[in-house]
């Protein structure tokens, strides 16, 4: 069985929602050894605030570098059919021939940090007629005004908002912009059991 994607509980758990969130959205509940959950949660939270308060700063790039890796590893012991990959720099952006968008096609998904007021943690889990479908673990309750991004509320497995691909890539400090290209960063996920390769499907050349 499959658990609804969640939302954060405080302003600053964006980090280990949307890893966790990730988790969810691509195994079964039964699947999911409670050592990632703690793991998770374990690492997260790492970073400062100006008054010295641990976890009020949300999650460094190292912590999520260092759960990436750790996931992988953990696939590779055969405890979870999970890989991952960390992407920094140029590799992060979104387009027909960019890693995320291959990552999405083939049944993967994809935490990215975006800026959302501050920088801030998401989930990408598909394309929809060449939008980009993505679970943003906070809560909000009012439409957005801005043309290219869609609230949705009743597909809660899957995605919250459709999200048109140019807002990603703009280098700008604006609402879901990966920002300035140094700065990038995201996390790609498979579930090896459910990944598109050519030997299982033809569609992923379609």
Known sequence: MKNPLHYQISEYDCGPTAMLNAISFLFEREEISPVVIRNIMLY??????????????????????????????????????VSSSYLSGKSVWVGKESLIYDALRRGGVVIVRV???????????????????????????????EPGILQVNDQPFW?????????????????????????????????????????????YFI
Request: include cysteine; hydrophobic fraction near 35%; charge should be negative.
């Open 159 to 203: 995605y919250n908002r459709i999200v048109n691909e140019e807002y990603f890539n703009r280098e700008t400090i604006e609402l879901y912009a990966l920002g300035p290209v140094e700065n990038r960063e995201a996390i790609i996920l498979f579930n090896e059991k459910t990944k598109k390769t050519a030997e299982r499907t033809i569609e």
């Open 44 to 81: 997260c939270l790492d970073c400062y605030n100006g008054e010295g308060i641990m976890g009020k700063n949300g999650t460094s790039r190292a912590a999520m570098m260092f759960l990436s890796n750790w996931l992988n590893e953990f696939g590779k012991i055969g405890q979870l059919s």
């Open 115 to 145: 800026f959302f007021e501050c920088d801030h943690y998401v989930l990408l889990t598909g394309i929809k007629e060449e939008k980009i479908l993505m679970f943003d673990p906070y809560y909000v309750e009012e439409e957005f005004a």
